[in-house]
């Protein structure tokens, strides 16, 4: 069993009581949820409640949440770079390529798979303690609840922006200055796996700055307050500044003129998006102390970096 808090929102009032829990404790089902409320496992400012009554935004909400088997995947023996680990929390360094979640076409070989086989039992918490994710060709720091306490604390950071999160993306164009994007993110109409800037997509904002210029490219420093799909993909595309390497957001690919032979090369076998989570900082769980770790980027990224210096000298 594990006791989960949290406060409801002001801008829920007037909702339903399994309405609010179902967005607040989003990991379990709605029928989970409204069997314990049944059984009195779910206090409002003290006081059980049925599933209809109305609140009014403030309450703080405790859940006894029962720890049950919630993931059915497989356990692999997939290598895991652990950056830090203890009782309550693991940071893993997620190489590019390598799928955080199982979903059709990739029920094996993920990031879940390789946590089951490190510690089993992930099995108990929702997603197998992951709290957030990276696409699959992202590389970098990534967090992971080890109990059901941490993740509801590390949840909680994320809903209330308190987490630090900044990557490393090199992007197509010269830039002069960094900035923020503040544009709502939603689904494209036509092609559900790509997320385009819209007015009613969901509020996104995305702070970036400059890290190294280049000739034709611009390595920059992102910061993000909120975490939607594609978030830095879709802003930075957005802006007129395309991840290199982005398939899916990039257009066409074009060689730039008058490039090396080394550089025309190391760019056309880059094949993914130039993104790294270089820098993850959080309230630790159970020390509430702030705990901040660091990731150099990968070889791949690494060489593409040199290989740009050295053309700024051709």
């Known amino acids: 069993m594990a006791i989960l808090t949290a406060k409801v929102p002001e801008e829920m009032a007037g909702k339903r009581f399994d309405q609010c829990l179902?967005?607040?404790?989003?990991?379990?089902?709605?029928?989970?949820?409204?069997?314990?409320?049944?059984?009195?496992r779910v206090t409002v400012n003290k006081k059980t409640l049925k599933a209809k009554d109305k609140l009014?935004?403030?309450?703080?909400?405790?859940?006894d949440a029962e720890a049950?088997?919630?993931?059915?995947?497989?356990?692999?023996?997939?290598?895991?770079?652990?950056?830090?680990?203890?009782?309550?929390?693991l940071i893993v360094n997620k190489p590019a390529g390598l799928v955080v979640h199982p979903a059709a076409g990739h029920?094996?070989?993920?990031?879940?798979?390789?946590?089951?086989?490190?510690?089993?039992?992930?099995?108990?918490?929702?997603?197998?303690?992951?709290?957030?994710?990276?696409?699959?060709?992202?590389?970098?720091?990534?967090?992971?609840?080890?109990?059901?306490?941490?993740?509801?604390?590390?949840?909680?950071?994320?809903?209330?922006r308190t987490i630090v999160r900044e990557y490393l993306a090199l992007v197509k164009g010269w830039m002069t200055a960094g900035g923020t994007i503040d544009e709502p993110l939603g689904r494209h109409p036509n092609d559900r796996k790509?997320?385009?800037?819209?007015?009613?997509?969901?509020?996104?904002?995305?702070?970036?700055?400059?890290?190294?210029?280049?000739?034709?490219?611009?390595?920059?420093?992102?910061?993000?307050?909120?975490?939607?799909?594609?978030?830095?993909?879709?802003?930075m595309a957005y802006a007129q500044y395309p991840l290199v390497g982005d398939?899916?957001?990039?257009?066409?690919?074009?060689?730039?003129?008058?490039?090396?032979?080394?550089?025309?090369?190391?760019?056309?076998?880059?094949k993914r998006q130039a993104l790294h989570a270089t820098k993850l900082g959080l309230l630790h769980p159970e020390t509430n102390?702030?705990?901040?770790?660091e990731q150099a980027v990968p070889e791949d990224m690494e060489n593409l970096l040199r290989v740009l210096e050295q053309d700024e000298l051709d």
Not at 23 to 40: C, M, N, T
Not at 289 to 293: F, H, N, R
């Open 68 to 89: 049950e088997v919630v993931m059915e995947y497989e356990a692999e023996d997939i290598p895991l770079d652990i950056v830090y680990e203890d009782e309550a929390i």
């Open 194 to 235: 790509r997320h385009i800037v819209r007015e009613d997509g969901k509020y996104a904002v995305t702070h970036y700055r400059l890290e190294q210029r280049f000739k034709r490219y611009t390595l920059v420093r992102v910061k993000l307050e909120t975490g939607r799909t594609h978030q830095i993909r879709v802003h």
């Open 289 to 293: 102390e702030y705990c901040e770790w």
């Open 56 to 63: 009014d935004g403030g309450e703080e909400v405790v859940l």
């Open 22 to 40: 179902a967005e607040i404790f989003p990991d379990y089902s709605r029928s989970k949820l409204q069997s314990w409320i049944k059984a009195g």
């Open 247 to 270: 398939q899916v957001y990039s257009g066409r690919f074009q060689m730039p003129a008058n490039c090396s032979e080394q550089l025309e090369y190391v760019l056309r076998n880059f």
């Open 107 to 160: 029920w094996q070989g993920t990031l879940v798979n390789a946590l089951l086989n490190h510690l089993a039992s992930l099995k108990t918490l929702p997603r197998a303690g992951i709290v957030h994710r990276l696409d699959k060709d992202t590389s970098g720091l990534l967090m992971v609840a080890k109990t059901l306490q941490a993740h509801n604390s590390l949840s909680s950071q994320l809903q209330e």
